[in-house]
């Protein structure tokens, strides 16, 4: 069990979503937060909200794609409130769309943005919690990275990779005695959902129906959990959980209901 009172957590994306709804988690739990993106009028505004619900709160302008950025970001941080102790990575970008259709900018800005964005947020923090043998690092994959959708070939690819990389980063740090998780949610009631349905192909809105999108804060009560219980593997909904667990098993089943609802959506788009 981790106790989060005076732990220090960097937020990445922390100024919306995910991120600000895990910071707010977080501090309520007693930790003194840090929040790190690009947006700075954004920042700013996610900084007099936790503070005016008397959180301890800082903030720090970086685009994660930029390792240099990052570095100094997390410098000035831990310089003003201590080594990280837990991380959350949670800036990251979604742009569906077709694979004939999107420029090759998209493929790259997703890698960078989702993959390498957590990668340098990663390394940044890493050395110091070995060194410790303490800390937390959480990773916001996707569901994409459970099962690969019509419409996410820019995105998904992105998200298996964050994948691949906290599996193999909870094997070598877990003997380090710090903790590695990596979050999988599904939909989740965002300024990024919306702005990613303005592209969404309708066969991809097809495919996922009429479930209801997740409450961030749901998804952030999830990911505190995680951290205080010690958990690698969090699925913050139960069918993303399911569709984990039986994996292969289910996949043909998965499949032929994708391939229905692609053909149904373009009956109706002709």
Not at 134 to 142: E, F, H, Q, T, Y
Not at 246 to 264: E, I, K, Q, S
Request: hydrophobic share 45%; aromatic share 6%.
């Amino acid at each position: 069990m981790t106790g989060l009172r005076g732990a220090h957590a960097v937020i990445t994306g922390g100024s919306s979503g995910i991120g600000l709804a895990t910071a707010a988690a977080l501090a309520a739990r007693g930790a003194s937060v840090s929040l790190v993106a690009r947006d700075e009028s954004r920042l700013r505004k996610a900084s007099v909200s936790l503070k005016s619900r008397g959180f301890s709160v800082r903030t720090a302008v970086a685009d994660v794609s930029s390792q240099a950025e990052v570095a100094e970001a997390f410098s000035s941080l831990e310089a003003a409130a201590g080594p990280c102790d837990v991380l959350v990575t949670s800036a990251g970008q979604a742009r569906p769309g077709e694979f004939l259709e999107l420029d090759d900018e998209v493929f790259r800005r997703m890698v960078e943005v989702d993959y390498f964005g957590t990668l340098h947020a990663v390394r940044a923090v890493a050395p110091s919690m070995v060194r410790r043998r303490s800390g937390s690092i959480v990773a916001i994959s996707s569901a994409a990275a459970v099962l690969g959708i019509y419409g996410y070939t820019a995105y998904a690819p992105a998200k298996f990779a964050v994948r691949g990389l906290m599996e193999a980063l909870r094997d070598e740090l877990n003997p380090a005695g710090v903790h590695v998780a990596c979050v999988y949610p599904p939909d989740v009631d965002t300024p990024q959902l919306a702005e990613e349905n303005r592209w969404k192909p309708a066969e991809t809105a097809a495919i996922s129906g009429t479930i209801r999108p997740m409450a961030a804060e749901a998804v952030a009560s999830a990911i505190v959990r995680a951290v205080e219980r010690e958990r690698y593997a969090v699925y913050p909904d139960r069918s993303v959980a399911l569709l984990a667990a039986l994996g292969p098993l289910a996949a043909p089943f998965l499949r032929r209901m994708v391939d229905r609802r692609v053909r149904h959506a373009r009956r109706a788009r002709a």
